[in-house]
């Protein structure tokens, strides 16, 4: 049996890598072997930089509300909203006045964020 | 710009696929290219048949409470609660007497579950 923490939970960033993506934008990673979960916190009105990489993602709006961008595209969303970005496609987001909790999730494992950082990764 | 559908959301089942993988568990698939989502409604006190299958999964508790076993370990879960089931890891999980609706997230797609059925897939 593996000893290797498989247990987490969203409030507590124990078993995850720490990284700040932006001003307001702080998440915790969580990776695996086929996929990486990350869990966003965003200060109110915090927005990322526009960015894409090779891996798809999906994002699920946990607390709060945002403005999703990606490609010619923006979505208000709310609790409960998700959204997948393909490999590829430029995205950023946008807090709401009340900040946003999201969680991501990266197929395959994005290789820049197992370790502590800053940004989004060099693609 | 793709007009492919990328907007979900956890509590309306239109763009996914449905499935019943056993007595009280339900789920609605939504597939990408690199990982595909979830979204299962297990009615109180359901529970899934122990099986297996090569790719990762993760799972995040989202309403109500369950018991998730894998391998040796059993796991009472709550909401926030999330976890890693490396690929191959022998699993299943019971819904406490809330029920509960669970998110789980596989890498790479399950092929099996691209398409409406019922039951837990092959292996």
Chains 1, 2 share one sequence.
Request: hydrophobic letters at 35%; glycine letters at 14%.
């Amino acid at each position: 049996m593996s000893t290797e923490k498989t247990l987490f939970h969203l409030d507590d960033p124990a078993g995850g890598i720490p990284r700040v993506l932006a001003e307001g934008l702080t998440t915790t990673v969580f990776p695996g072997d086929q996929a990486m979960l990350s869990v966003v916190r965003l200060a109110p009105n915090a927005e990322g930089t526009r960015h894409s990489h090779p891996e798809e993602q999906w994002g699920v709006l946990l607390e709060g509300s945002a403005a999703r961008y990606q490609g010619d595209e923006v979505f208000e969303v709310g609790p409960g909203h998700f959204w997948r970005t393909p490999g590829g496609v430029e995205h950023t987001v946008k807090a709401g006045p009340e900040g946003a909790v999201i969680l991501d999730v990266f197929a395959p494992v994005r290789e820049a964020y197992l370790k502590p950082g800053e940004g989004f990764g060099e693609s």
